[in-house]
């Protein structure tokens, strides 16, 4: 294999990398989400039928504390590091191929 494929691959892992990462992310945002969705809810049914509704606390520390924990701080640094490496890698070779 030429040394111009197995750069190619590496910009392939490089960039699944990054897409992997920002999947890991999106994985943790979209639980946030619905949790804070039903919260959302709850607090409606709240204003529909006290007596019935459930509390939207519960769900709104899970939020919070998920966004602090450092779980998601680890996802989220990944994240941007990974994205940085592969724009990293991609600008030079469009700066090659764009001179002007």
């Keep these: 294999m030429d040394s111009v494929s197995m750069e190619l ?4 892992v490089i960039t699944r990398e990054a897409h992997n990462a920002l999947c890991d992310l ?6 946030a989400t619905k949790k804070i969705h039903t919260a959302e809810l709850e607090v409606l049914a709240a204003t529909i ?20 924990s ?10 941007l590091a990974k994205s940085e490496t592969a724009v990293a890698w991609h600008l030079p070779k469009r700066k090659a191929a764009h001179p002007y």
């Design 9 to 12: 691959q590496r910009g392939v």
């Design 70 to 79: 450092p779980r998601f701080k680890t996802v989220l640094r990944n994240a």
């Design 49 to 68: 039928s006290p007596t019935l509704a459930e509390d939207p606390e519960p769900n709104l520390m899970a939020v919070s504390e998920m966004l602090h």
């Design 26 to 31: 999106k994985a943790l945002v979209d639980l």
